[in-house]
């Protein structure tokens, strides 16, 4: 985990291939960022977030700007004009992200699409057991936590203007069929037992629909949230880029998967004493999120929480296929890579967990 958080967290140069004509950049911002003035210097995150992400600094203050990759890219891939609408809707609405100055449209600027927000200064938990803190601000951390994701699932789409972010129907089916699809047509990383029943109990517990759909964030975890630097509030939930229309339980179900997961592959508490650090239980957590959206229960927990482990390992076994082809050579995809077969097994264990 600690190499993780040194290659993810801070700054660096530039990186080669990522450069870019910075005074076309800041000529740009002069003339669509209200109160921008130069002059301007430019690191990039470590992150290995698909889209590249820089901090701009300028005497008064700080910005970040996350672009599409240079190069070839699929279509409709790295639309951060999707990231940039969503974040735009969500911040007029209040809910806690950064506030977008602009987005260009423009290739010759930069060389491709790109926009800027603002930069949120606060901490980032990194460790899902939120180490350095009493166990009241460790409880408080997770009720704010709670307390935003079932924000963000009671807002109407149309009414924020994003009736349009995401395609209508069963999102499950949409989903498994999506995963399993690509799981099966990828020869070279195989298949695996597991992954095989889970797709198959997936499909035969497959629960209607039952038409809700919300704006979901698709990667709501602890490290993905900025909260304030000496009170347990979230400031900016961050990396919108998996977000669209969907079923808000499956969100949820997603977030609270960090009771399960091993903190080995993702921020998790797998392992951890939790009744000893005043992090609520899991059901106690999901009782909260039920009550805060007007639900008696959850029934379909379970089914979420198995279609959660696998569509990570689908998402994980996709990356063992490139690593074997030799196009994400990278040490984080060998390890994602790695991880694969202990994520299909823990999505067949929450076929099995009952609830």
């Not at 990231?83 to 735009?88: G, I, P, Q, V």
């Not at 972010?165 to 990828?186: C, H, I, L, M, T």
């Not at 998402?315 to 030799?326: A, L, N, P, T, Y």
């Given at each position: ?120 200064e606060g901490r980032i938990f990194w460790d899902a057991a939120v180490p350095g803190v009493s166990q009241e601000a460790r409880a408080a951390i997770y009720d704010a936590m709670n307390a935003t994701i079932a ?205």
């Open positions: 985990m600690t190499g993780f958080v040194e290659a993810n967290t801070g700054t660096t140069a530039v990186r080669e291939g990522y450069a870019f004509d910075e005074g076309a950049l800041s000529a740009w911002l002069k003339a669509h960022v209200e109160g921008y003035e130069g002059p301007l210097a430019v690191e990039q995150f470590k992150g290995g977030q698909s889209n590249p992400t820089y901090k701009l600094l300028t005497p008064s203050r700080a910005y970040v700007l996350r672009r599409k990759p240079p190069g070839q890219i699929l279509k409709g891939a790295h639309a951060v004009e999707r990231e940039a609408k969503a974040l735009s809707a969500l911040y007029a609405a209040g809910f806690p992200v950064a506030r977008v100055h602009g987005l260009c449209t423009d290739e010759t600027v930069i060389g491709t699409w790109f926009y800027v927000m603002e930069m949120v924000q963000l699932h009671s807002y109407d789409p149309e009414a924020i203007g994003l009736g349009d972010y995401g395609k209508p129907g069963n999102y499950f089916a949409r989903q498994v069929g999506r995963w399993s699809k690509q799981y099966r047509e990828d020869k070279e990383a195989g298949r695996n037992p597991d992954m095989d029943a889970v797709i198959e109990w997936l499909e035969a517990n497959m629960p209607e629909d039952d038409g809700a759909s919300s704006v979901i964030h698709g990667d709501f975890r602890i490290d993905n949230i900025i909260f304030a630097p000496d009170e347990p509030r979230v400031l900016a939930v961050l990396d919108w880029e998996l977000s669209t229309l969907g079923h808000p339980l499956a969100d949820f179900a997603y977030h609270a998967m960090m009771y399960r997961m091993p903190p080995h592959i993702v921020a998790g508490l797998r392992g951890v004493e939790i009744e000893t650090l005043g992090i609520p239980s899991e059901a106690a957590y999901v009782a909260s999120y039920c009550r805060r959206t007007g639900r008696e229960a959850m029934p379909a927990y379970q089914y979420c929480t198995a279609f959660n482990f696998f569509r990570l390992a689908a998402i994980f076994h996709g990356i063992k296929g490139r690593v074997i082809r030799g196009t994400a050579s990278n040490a984080q995809a060998r390890e994602r890579a790695g991880a694969f077969p202990e994520l299909a097994r823990l999505a067949m264990e929450a076929t099995c967990s009952g609830r």
